[in-house]
């Protein structure tokens, strides 16, 4: 009895006991909740996160003020992050996330809001071709491959995604390009207003955007100056399927040149309309419109019957009556006047398969085609091309049933190409079922002082003759290519010194087996001047492309 009675521990050493574990789960949850606090707090985030974060990005990113709450929203001010340069590559006065952790951690991707209040981008080239986001480019890693995971239909599980809203408010993306005069070309598209609402699963969401664009272009000589300005708005309403594959679109895209002077004075009062409407089975239209004070000027569009779930169907594309007023909003900013010129194009496309095969066939015409550059002009070409081709992606398959292409300079011949029979091209294991063919390219009389606008200083003279004979056989596998070029009369500075009366031959015969292995039965550049060899270099060999894991 005597020795049960002192087995059991007095009652004041029991209490003791139970205040010191008591007071130990006091302090560790003080210390969490310390730790919560620290951890969460805006110092630690912005002494202790941001420069890890400056490291990993080569950059400096700093932010005024930052609000953590990790199981509901992040909150962050006046976001800075800076390179090169006097201005910062990004600058944001509120960055705001709000989300359901929990949702998010049981894999369905629950946000209520992403908002971007003022982002501004600025993109700044120097005259020596670096620029200010070369920092960030170089922190990637190179060389880098991220293997894709095998899918399984069975146990694959679609991802869940609710976002609420997506608001990107007054924001500014500029871009500018600095001249070794002094000089230099500026891109802005500011108050840009972006809105996305309910993007989820299954169901249907809209989206709306408005931005103003400007253009201030101060090239040196050969280009010309020019200013451009015009406001863009759009509006989309759409609807996912569970999988998140778009079964319908519908909404049209806005773009209007309100003032254009300078080498961009043609494209005043330019208009431009995106118009879309696709249904689960079929496009309806895919169109890009342009006029200029209510006259229609040409048109890109694409329609046809298209199985979104299946990526099946067949489509008509065409390029209509595209000429100068639409194509010097692509030029003019490099001083290019295209002059008299329309591009048409008629395109049927079909697509099989789940899209894996791809047949296509069309006709596309070039008429005067006429550009002028610092008050040089070239001459007027026209061109034609027809072709039929089909592509089978599962089995690394091409076959080129028809090409033909021909191009006439102040309607004498040019250039031309032209197939002799269906040519097949394999570069899988499987070789087609189509016999031998051969491919024709010639160039001939192509005068480079006609082109020197586009060629400069460094080339003033010249005549040029291309020749090339591509020649498939073994159903695709084996190609045979015999290339041969030759310029006469060539004038041209190289290195600050001139030459004249200089000839260049080139000739390159080969053969290319699976695309795998490459024999060169002859490489051979000869260069002459007045008649005399300067320089003669040829090789032959065999190579083989090193496989990348």
């Not at 609807?239 to 043609?266: E, W, Y």
């Not at 019957?305 to 209509?320: H, Y």
């Not at 290019?336 to 596309?364: H, M, P, R, W």
């Amino acid at each position: 009895m005597n020795e049960m009675q002192s087995s059991i521990p007095p009652s004041g050493k029991r209490h003791r006991s139970l205040r010191i574990l008591i007071k130990f789960f006091v302090v560790l949850i003080l210390l969490l909740v310390a730790v919560w606090f620290v951890v969460t707090s805006s110092g630690f985030f912005k002494s202790f996160i941001l420069p890890r974060v400056s490291k990993a990005i080569n950059a400096t990113v700093t932010v005024e003020d930052a609000v953590i709450s990790p199981f509901s929203h992040v909150t962050l001010r006046n976001l800075k992050v800076q390179t090169t340069g006097v201005d910062p590559v990004v600058t944001a006065k509120e960055i705001r996330i709000r989300y359901h952790l929990m949702d998010i951690l049981r894999g369905n991707l629950d946000i209520e809001e992403v908002a971007l209040v003022s982002p501004v981008i600025n993109l700044v080239e120097n005259p020596d071709g670096t620029s200010n986001l070369d920092p960030l480019l170089k922190s990637q890693p190179k060389g880098t491959k991220t293997s894709s995971p095998a899918k399984n239909s069975k146990t694959s599980k679609t991802l869940r995604i609710y976002l609420k809203k997506f608001a990107l408010t007054d924001a500014t993306i500029r871009k500018i390009k600095n001249y070794s005069n002094g000089q230099h070309d500026v891109t802005e598209i500011s108050n840009v207003n972006v809105t996305l609402d309910n993007l989820k699963n299954g169901e249907s969401g809209k989206l709306q955007l408005n931005a103003g664009m400007n253009i201030e272009n101060n090239p040196p000589s050969p280009g010309a100056s020019g200013n451009l300005q015009a406001n863009v708005a759009g509006n989309f309403t759409f609807v996912l399927a569970d999988d998140l594959k778009p079964l319908s679109i519908q909404g049209n895209t806005r773009l209007d040149v309100t003032q254009a002077a300078g080498a961009l004075q043609d494209l005043a009062a330019l208009g431009a309309n995106f118009d879309c409407e696709i249904t689960p089975t079929n496009i309806t239209q895919i169109a890009l419109r342009f006029q200029k004070s209510g006259a229609q000027l040409g048109a890109l569009q694409v329609s046809g019957p298209f199985d979104v779930e299946k990526t099946e169907g067949r489509l008509n594309v065409e390029i209509l009556g595209l000429d100068r007023q639409v194509l010097n909003l692509f030029g003019a900013a490099s001083g290019i006047d295209f002059g008299g010129t329309t591009i048409n194009s008629t395109n049927q496309i079909e697509l099989t398969k789940s899209g894996s095969v791809i047949a296509a066939a069309g006709q596309f015409t070039i008429a005067s085609l006429q550009l002028t550059r610092a008050n040089q002009t070239t001459p007027t070409l026209d061109a034609l091309a027809d072709y039929n081709v089909t592509v089978d992606c599962a089995a690394q398959t091409a076959l080129l049933n028809a090409l033909t292409f021909s191009a006439t300079q102040n309607h004498n011949p040019l250039a031309r190409a032209e197939l002799s029979s269906p040519m097949s091209i394999c570069w899988g294991d499987t070789a087609a079922a189509a016999g031998d063919a051969t491919l024709n390219v010639t160039v001939a009389g192509l005068n480079l002082a006609d082109w020197k606008p586009f060629l400069g200083d460094a080339v003033s003279g010249g005549n040029v003759n291309f020749s090339a004979k591509l020649l498939s056989q073994s159903g695709g596998k084996q190609l045979a290519f015999d290339i041969g070029s030759q310029i006469t009369n060539l004038a041209a500075n190289f290195a600050g010194s001139r030459i004249s009366q200089a000839g260049i031959d080139v000739r390159v015969r080969g053969q290319a087996v699976d695309f795998k292995q490459f024999k060169w039965d002859e490489c051979r550049l000869q260069v002459a001047q007045e008649n005399k060899p300067l320089l003669t270099v040829s090789a032959t060999g065999t190579c083989e492309p090193v496989a990348q894991n």
